[in-house]
């Protein structure tokens, strides 16, 4: 649930914060959609032989949010995939992923999204995740998660699944996980009715819609989760790390449809992540 401090802007000025961030979401969805289903360079960020993707399109897309951010309210930091850290002194930083979900872009898939967070310092006060190509946008902020397709808003509602016998769950990818995590998620994935791979931050807010129940992955950053966090968590979901600690710092994430699905799935997550732990 919503934290308040000190940081976070009055109901008038949350408003205000949100049509904003709506428009750095249009102006990311038009960077990025020429470039989409099309030729493109891609680039490796990775020099150990394996393969993080990046390209034009992402690095355009955080470049001109970026420069509205600055230019609309220059004492917010601002956090990006792939430029950095700003510093700001106003308490409320920007966290933006331009593409989460860059290999499924350069695959042609349209489960990436545009991510954009505003926190506080303790948790994300708002966050959206745009999906241009099928002119869906979710939204949590206040007490609320909708969706918004083709001018048509729904307000957002996780199932009401109790019982990982009967839950649908989703991770993007197994290579996401080392090796003992990748132990534990299969533990998990055995006592659910159905695992599928491959959505990114779709299925954050599939499960949000009431489609999926489960979400579990590893080696997050901050930029990967923290706009998706208000939009399961307004939508009656749990977000936290393996050990039900904040999952504003990425890692090993797990959201659930409820507090009591949320319950069963750390009772097999908590224990691999405690021993991790224990090692390092």
């Given at each position: 649930m919503a934290v308040k401090t000190t940081n976070s802007p009055k109901d008038s000025e949350l408003q205000a914060l949100v049509q904003?961030?709506?428009?750095?979401?249009?102006?990311?969805?038009?960077?990025?959609?020429?470039?989409?289903?099309?030729?493109?360079?891609?680039?490796?960020?990775l020099e150990d032989g394996s393969f993080d993707p990046v390209t034009i399109a992402d690095r355009n897309a955080e470049l001109k949010m970026r420069a509205a951010i600055q230019a609309q309210y220059p004492s917010h930091g601002i956090i990006g995939e792939e430029f950095g850290e700003?510093?700001?002194?106003?308490?409320?930083?920007?966290?933006?992923?331009?593409?989460?979900?860059t290999r499924a872009f350069i695959s042609g898939l349209p489960v990436w999204g545009v991510l954009i967070a505003l926190f506080d310092g303790t948790y994300p006060i708002l966050?959206?995740?745009?999906?241009?190509?099928?002119q869906e946008r979710f939204i949590g902020v206040?007490?609320?998660?909708?969706?918004?397709h083709r001018g048509v808003e729904?307000?957002?509602?996780?199932?009401?699944c109790e019982n990982l016998?009967?839950?649908?769950?989703?991770?993007?990818?197994?290579?996401?996980?080392?090796?003992?995590?990748?132990?534990?998620?299969?533990?998990?994935?055995?006592?659910?009715?159905?695992?599928?791979?491959?959505?990114?931050?779709?299925?954050y807010s599939m499960l949000a819609s009431g489609h999926i129940d489960l979400v579990v992955e590893a080696g997050l950053s901050a930029y990967d989760i923290?706009?998706?966090?208000?939009i399961v968590e307004n939508a009656g979901g749990v977000v936290t790390d393996w050990l039900g600690g904040t999952a504003v710092n990425g890692g090993q994430v797990v959201a659930a449809a409820t507090p009591e699905l949320h319950v069963q799935a750390l009772s097999i997550?908590?224990?691999?992540?405690?021993?991790?732990?224990s090692i390092l």
């Open positions: 904003f961030a709506c428009s750095l979401a249009d102006v990311a969805g038009e960077t990025i959609l020429p470039h989409f289903r099309q030729p493109l360079l891609i680039d490796n960020k700003s510093k700001g002194d106003s308490g409320l930083i920007w966290v933006l992923d331009p593409i989460d979900g966050g959206i995740m745009d999906q241009p190509f099928t206040g007490k609320r998660s909708v969706s918004i729904t307000v957002l509602q996780t199932r009401g016998s009967s839950a649908i769950m989703m991770s993007t990818a197994p290579d996401m996980f080392d090796k003992s995590e990748f132990a534990v998620q299969q533990l998990l994935a055995n006592q659910v009715k159905l695992l599928r791979y491959g959505a990114d931050c779709y299925g923290q706009a998706l966090i208000p997550l908590a224990p691999a992540a405690r021993k991790s732990a």
